[in-house]
Structure formats: structure tokens, C-alpha cells
């Protein structure tokens, strides 16, 4: 049965975006264009045999995996939320997890298509210097790295509304992402910005995808983001809780 | 009569606040009981643990004899908000047909209730821009899809035009002929006087009196005067014995228990006074005799 409603409850969701895209549209075009923007000015240099411009996937794709992910269920939960269509939800025979998954779910395909556009963009420059299968891995690697950040685009979301959670998510993608070097490489940056970016995970996200397509190990990468689901799931769940009584 | 909705003992608090303190309450099929009570009087607490929202801290509640927290025994229940907000991107045939899929019904039990209900004109129509009586059906629907044993309706005909209160009023007695429970809470006593078979009063996260609305009326001596007056609501509620006020057209309600007394008074203040009636109470001057006698 469960299949069967989330079938329909991702229906649901994937309408919502395509009849109503403003939001996914500015998650998708900000970090495209940036991209555009950087991979033409800088995409041909070149460091460890991988071009600039396909470093920037990894680490724009990161971004804008992150930006659609963070973005999307967060606002989408409060919203739902404040029109009681949340309520709705709850109290249907429908187990909550099967609703909240919807949402996560549906923002995945506007996260490849973050991606795809990217790796068009790159390939259009002529900067893109990746064989197939790395590509898959990396797309593979960001889209499942991003899923802890939906869980936490869901804590903030049963906590504030939609206005502020837009406002909220968004104080933190930025300034992360830019600490990150999800923008600009760290090795240009302060060394703060260095020490700072080892403790976020959208850090590691981005040099997990590096990984993918220059080599390099990934074992801590993999555990930091372990543990940031672990916390953003029970956060997520707290949340709920909260927002629920 | 089969019991589709059994709370006992139920106890729920919010900190040092006990919003529910050891509430009984049945419903069964087909019947439809109204809960009435002032604000703050525990009554979205208990709907909110009959729908499962909250637990009950102490006692039970059971919905034909599950547990409401337990997802698949919320599919025996429908439920109507006062005011929901549809996502502005469905339409109305996929709502309906979402909430059958959810209850674990066919995607084609949808269209029998969209034809019940005069929405099938309306499938195509995106729910946000239906009007107000049109959402109203609409949650009704979606509610009613499941076949639901019990159906908890919290203000459903707040905002609703006469003809739009007596169709949904109208649908729904054809459910209950059905076996279909009802649990209503409204504001609108009058009409809870009308439609339910019995009356819940809660005051203070108690049951304060329970019977059928023409048991609770015929329990206090009250009576309502009826009057034109220029006198302002305010001095009104401060007249004696009043213990309910309420305008309907020209025209104010006054329940008391004491007609002479304050007809004495408000010819007094007021010989401008016109349209003057006494009447035996309605329900809705019981019910606040009733809150004002158990607060005393």
C-alpha cells in the first residue's frame, strides 16, 4: 500500500514543481549561471591533469545540488504547514515518512538537472576534460551526498515559515557554500576559510565529488557526511515532533 | 449501536496547564454528537487526540477500537479542518483521488463521491480557486473517499453561505444513515442543535453535561429576552442575571435566569425598547447557563 502512496503523494509533489516552478527555477538558474560564468573565465586552466572547469563541476555541482535540496522540502514543509495541508497529511492513514520522503524525492531530478546543464555548460566551453563514468559516479556521489541536507531543510521547515525558512535556508547555503570553496578554490582563500570548511559538510560533499573525478581519498569525507545525516535526521525528527504538538 | 469512538479518562497537559482532565466520550454509528465549550475549554486538545495528533497522557481513546496514532487506524477516520489551505497546484479530481489512494481505496471510489458532493463539474478546477462553500465539499470529499467509520468536523460550516450549510448538513445526514459517526465541534450552537443527536459541554477540560440538546435546555430554568435596545452590548452583559448576550439582527438575545428582574432593569434604562419577547432558552443560552453554573 505504501508504494501506492508514495506514488501518488511524489505525484503530488512532482505537479506542484512543474505547474509552479518559480522557486526550483531560481535554485536551478543561480548556480547554472554562476557556473557559466566562472567555467568561461577559468574553466581552461588547468592543475593535476584535471582542467578547471571540470574541478568546478564537483564543486558548482555541489552547490547546486545542495541549493535544490536545502531549498525545496524545507520551504515546501512550511508552507504545507501553515496552510494546514501538513494537518491534513498527519492525520490521514498515510505514515508521515512516506509524505516527507515525496518531497526529498521529487527535488532529486531537479538536482540532476542542476548537474546535466552543468556538464553541458562545461562541455560547451570546452573545458571538460572527464570520462563518462566518472561523471555518473560524480552525479551518483552528489545526489546522495545531498540527501542529509533535505533533512535538515525539513527541521528548519516544521519550525518557522515559509517566508523565514526561505530567508533562514538561504543565510545558511551561502555563506557555507562560499567558506566551502564551493565558489571560489580555498587555496586562493584566507586560511581561516580553510579551517572553517573542514567542519561543514558541504565541504566534504565537494571534495567527494572532486574525488570522483581526480582521485584522492574519501573514507573521512564519507564519514563526515555519516554523521551530518545522523544529526540532521534526528534533528529532523526532533523537529517534527515539536512542530506536531 | 456499534461504538465507533471511545474515550476514557483521557488526561492531556500543557506544563501546569491541564487541558484535559479525565474526559468520557462516545460516539456511535451514525450518531453525531457536537462538543461545545468555551475557548480554552479542552475541546481542540481531545479532537487533536481523536484525529491522533497528540497521545492521551493518561486514559484511552480508541477509534472502533484502535489506537488513533497508529497510521492504519486513522483510515477509519475522515476529517474536516475549519480552514484549509489546498496546495495552489492541484486540482480538485486529484485531491479526491489522492485521498482514496492514501485510505487504501481504489483510485475509482474518488468519482461516486466527487458526483456526491456536485464537484465533478469542478475536477478540472484547481482547489485554491474554489470558493469557500466549493473547498468545504471539497475537504468533505476527500474525508468521505475512505468510507470512513468516524468523521471529525471542526467548525466545517464556519463561513458558509444558508443554502451551502444545508446541502453539506444534507450530505452528511445521508452518511450517518450509512453508519457514519460524527464528532462536531462549532461555534455555532444553534445549528449543533439542529444536526447532533447529542451534546458534550466542556468547561475546564471536563465534561460538564452531556444529553441531548432538548435534555440540556430543559435542565435549566432560563429564559431569553428578546428585545430592540439602544443600550450598548457592553452595559448589556453587565446587566443582572444575564448570563449569555447575543445579536441577531436588530434584535439582542438576552438568556437569564431572572426575566423579571431584568426587565425591570432594562425598561428603566431604556424606554425607547421595542420588539420585546420572552422565550423559554435555546441551546446556546443552556449551554452558557450550563459553563457559568459549573465555573461557579
Redesign the interface.
Known amino acids: 500500500?505504501n508504494t501506492?502512496?508514495f506514488g501518488?503523494?511524489l505525484?503530488?509533489e512532482l505537479?506542484?514543481i512543474v505547474?509552479?516552478p518559480a522557486a526550483l527555477f531560481f535554485s536551478i538558474v543561480m548556480p547554472v549561471a554562476f557556473f557559466a560564468l566562472f567555467v568561461s573565465l577559468f574553466g581552461k586552466f588547468s592543475a593535476g591533469g584535471v582542467s578547471a572547469g571540470t574541478t568546478m563541476l564537483a564543486t558548482f555541482g555541489a552547490f547546486g545540488v545542495i541549493s535544490v535540496v536545502l531549498m525545496n522540502p524545507g520551504i515546501g514543509v512550511a508552507a504545507?504547514r501553515?496552510?494546514?495541508?501538513l494537518?491534513?497529511k498527519?492525520?490521514?492513514?498515510?505514515?508521515i515518512g512516506v509524505t516527507l520522503a515525496a518531497k526529498v524525492v521529487a527535488a532529486l531530478p531537479y538536482a540532476a538537472g542542476v548537474l546535466i546543464a552543468m556538464t553541458v555548460t562545461a562541455a560547451l566551453t570546452g573545458s571538460l576534460n572527464a570520462p563518462l563514468p566518472a561523471l555518473l559516479r560524480l552525479l551518483v556521489v552528489l545526489v546522495v551526498g545531498a540527501l542529509p541536507f533535505a533533512l535538515l531543510s525539513l527541521a528548519i521547515g516544521f519550525q518557522v515559515g515559509a517566508g523565514a525558512g526561505a530567508a533562514l535556508l538561504n543565510a545558511l547555503l551561502i555563506p557555507t557554500s562560499v567558506v566551502s570553496g564551493l565558489w571560489m578554490p580555498l587555496d586562493i582563500m584566507p586560511a581561516f576559510f580553510r579551517d572553517v570548511a573542514r567542519f561543514l559538510p558541504n565541504y566534504h560533499l565537494s571534495e567527494l565529488a572532486r574525488a570522483q573525478l581526480a582521485g584522492g581519498p574519501v573514507l573521512t569525507h564519507v564519514l563526515v557526511l555519516l554523521g551530518f545525516a545522523i544529526v540532521a535526521a534526528v534533528l529532523a525528527a526532533v523537529s517534527y515532533r515539536h512542530a506536531?504538538? | 449501536m456499534e461504538t465507533v469512538l471511545e474515550v476514557r479518562g483521557a488526561r492531556y497537559n500543557y506544563g501546569a496547564t491541564q487541558a484535559l482532565d479525565g474526559v468520557d466520550l462516545a460516539v456511535g454509528a451514525g450518531e453525531c454528537v457536537a462538543l461545545l465549550g468555551p475557548n480554552g475549554a479542552g475541546k481542540t486538545t481531545l479532537v487533536n487526540q481523536v484525529?491522533?495528533?497528540?497521545p492521551a497522557k493518561a486514559g484511552s481513546v480508541r477509534v472502533r477500537g484502535g489506537d488513533p496514532r497508529v497510521?492504519?487506524t486513522?483510515?477509519q477516520?475522515g476529517?474536516v479542518?475549519q480552514?484549509?489551505?489546498?496546495?495552489?497546484?492541484?486540482k480538485v479530481s486529484?485531491l479526491v483521488?489522492?485521498?482514496a489512494?492514501?485510505?487504501?481505496k481504489p483510485r475509482a471510489a474518488a468519482g461516486p463521491v466527487m458526483a456526491e458532493l456536485d464537484l465533478t463539474e469542478l475536477a478540472g478546477r484547481r482547489a485554491s480557486k474554489l470558493s469557500g462553500g466549493q473547498k468545504q465539499r471539497l475537504q468533505l470529499a476527500?474525508a468521505l473517499v475512505?468510507d470512513p467509520a468516524l468523521l471529525v468536523l471542526d467548525e466545517p460550516t464556519a463561513g458558509l453561505d444558508v443554502p451551502a450549510r444545508k446541502r453539506f448538513w444534507q450530505i452528511l445526514a445521508e452518511r450517518r444513515e450509512r453508519g457514519t459517526g460524527v464528532l462536531l465541534t462549532t461555534h455555532l450552537i444553534e445549528e449543533s442543535s439542529a444536526v447532533a443527536d447529542r451534546v458534550v459541554v466542556l468547561a475546564h477540560g471536563r465534561v460538564l453535561a452531556e444529553g441531548t440538546p432538548d435534555e440540556l435546555v430543559a435542565r435549566l430554568p432560563d429564559r431569553t429576552v428578546i428585545a430592540r435596545t439602544g443600550l450598548g452590548l457592553e452595559r448589556l452583559q453587565s446587566l443582572p442575571g444575564v448570563v449569555s448576550l447575543r445579536n441577531e439582527g436588530e434584535h439582542v438575545h438576552l438568556g437569564t435566569r431572572a426575566p423579571e428582574a431584568l426587565l425591570r432593569v432594562l425598561l428603566a434604562e431604556d424606554p425607547g425598547l421595542t420588539g420585546l419577547r420572552v422565550e423559554g432558552a435555546g441551546l446556546e443560552e443552556a449551554v452558557a447557563g450550563l459553563i457559568e453554573r459549573g465555573a461557579a
Open positions: 500500500m501506492k502512496v501518488v503523494e505525484a503530488d505537479r506542484g505547474r509552479e504545507d501553515e496552510r494546514g495541508w494537518k491534513s498527519q492525520v490521514s492513514a498515510v505514515p506536531r504538538s | 484525529i491522533g495528533l497528540l497510521a492504519s486513522r483510515r477516520l476529517v479542518q480552514s484549509l489551505g489546498f496546495p495552489n497546484t492541484l486529484e483521488t489522492g485521498a489512494v492514501r485510505a487504501g476527500m475512505g
